[in-house]
């Protein structure tokens, strides 16, 4: 079992900064990999990144290559997501999410998921 606690998000203006959180507890978290999420109202929830369980191997979608960075800490059992360049289109609720091992921009492939922190990007 993984339960998933997220912290961060807010509001921002363009072009500001914003890093997430997600804590996770369980003692197998470092064979798991991770990925954020988001949602917008009115939209279906799309990948934004993921990072495999060793963080050997991150992905992220077109719309967010260059601007956010997804990074775990083992010790803390936590990753994050460093988003900057943040712009008005980013505005969503942001999810993180849990599975073995390797990571995968399918939302379906995710067993566990964060309780979702809202970002609000003000142009």
């Known amino acids: 079992q993984v339960q998933l606690v997220q912290s961060g998000g807010g509001l921002v203006q363009a072009g500001g900064s914003l890093k997430l959180s997600c804590a996770a507890s369980?003692?197998?978290?470092?064979?798991?990999?991770m990925g954020w999420f988001r949602q917008a109202p009115g939209k279906e929830r799309e990948f934004v990144a993921a990072?495999?369980?060793?963080?050997?191997?991150?992905d992220y979608a077109d719309s967010v290559q260059g601007r956010f960075t997804i990074s775990r800490d083992k010790d803390k059992n936590t990753v994050y997501l460093q988003m900057n360049s943040l712009k008005p289109e980013d505005t969503a609720v942001y999810y993180c999410?849990?599975?073995?091992?390797?990571?995968?921009?399918?939302?379906?492939?995710?067993?566990?998921w964060g309780q979702g922190t809202q970002v609000t990007v003000s142009s």
């Open positions: 999410a849990a599975r073995p091992l390797s990571g995968s921009s399918n939302q379906y492939a995710y067993g566990y």
């Open positions: 369980g003692r197998t978290f470092s064979r798991y990999a």
């Open positions: 990072i495999s369980w060793n963080g050997d191997y991150t």
